[in-house]
């Protein structure tokens, strides 16, 4: 019967001692509760994660013993150490398969602990446990987004379409006054003058008539002289 481990390289080697003790861990996770008139029971949960701890020694120097389970051994304990203790900081997966058994456990090295014992310098003594892995990675859920509300880009401002001009409308008169729609009788100049639409003459050379905001007359400009306020 042999011990022998493989590590994630796929590297195998056999502990030179068969361990004294071998011990594989097994339990499910049940609770206990109580229940009026009954008692308490055990509800049996799912089975935990098992494990398996070995323990053995390793001689310092292998060509001074006789009890070896492998033909051909490291030549010191120490290399065994070292290679147990680069498994346990890889924290990656290891098979222990014990020989002439159904013995076959894959774990992640949780625990590993060495020294010597009784105060016997030939020998290093050793404990080492392997915890069942069982791969797992969280699931990605994807969320709806919300969609941004697109904001117009700012440009140039729409200009403001020109204000209706009618009987009544209030505008600033620049241009000469006359005395008809036709032309007749030029006058005075107004410049930048508040006044008032009185008349309208379509299709006039001076359509607009127009008065002081009082009411009082001032004559006939083009459509061009007057702009509404």
């Given amino acids: 019967m042999q ?22 861990d097994s339990a499910t ?14 509800l049996v949960g799912d089975e935990k994660i098992r494990s398996i701890e070995v323990s053995s020694t390793l001689p310092v120097k292998t060509a001074d ?14 290399t065994y150490v070292d290679k147990l203790t680069k498994i346990y900081k890889s924290k990656k997966q290891v098979r222990l398969v014990v ?3 159904k013995i076959s456990f894959k774990g992640i090295m949780s625990e590993f602990k060495y020294g010597m014992e009784d105060g016997n310098a030939d020998e290093f003594t ?14 990605k859920i994807k969320t709806s987004k919300k969609k941004k509300k697109k904001v117009a880009k700012k440009g140039k401002s729409r200009s403001k379409p020109p204000k209706k001009i009618g009987r009544g409308s ?9 005395a008809n729609s036709v032309g007749s009788g030029p006058g005075a100049t107004e410049r930048n ?37």
Avoid at 170 to 178: C, S
């Fill in 99 to 101: 020989t002439k058994t």
């Fill in 193 to 229: 003058a508040t006044r008032k639409i009185s008349l309208i003459a379509k299709g006039a050379k001076y359509p607009y008539h127009v008065t002081t905001l009082s009411g009082g007359a001032r004559g006939w400009v083009s459509k061009s002289a007057v702009k509404a306020v």
């Fill in 126 to 139: 050793f404990t080492f446990k392997l915890t069942e892995y069982k791969p797992h990675k969280a699931k």
């Fill in 29 to 42: 996770a049940d609770s206990t509760v109580s229940v009026v008139k009954l008692g308490q029971i055990n």
């Fill in 65 to 78: 013993v006789h009890y070896l389970s492998v033909s051909k051994p490291y030549k010191n304990g120490q």
């Fill in 3 to 24: 011990f022998n481990l493989t590590d994630s390289k796929n590297k195998t080697f056999v502990l030179p001692v068969n361990p004294k003790e071998v011990s594989i």
């Fill in 170 to 178: 209030k505008v600033i008169v620049n241009g000469r006054l006359h």
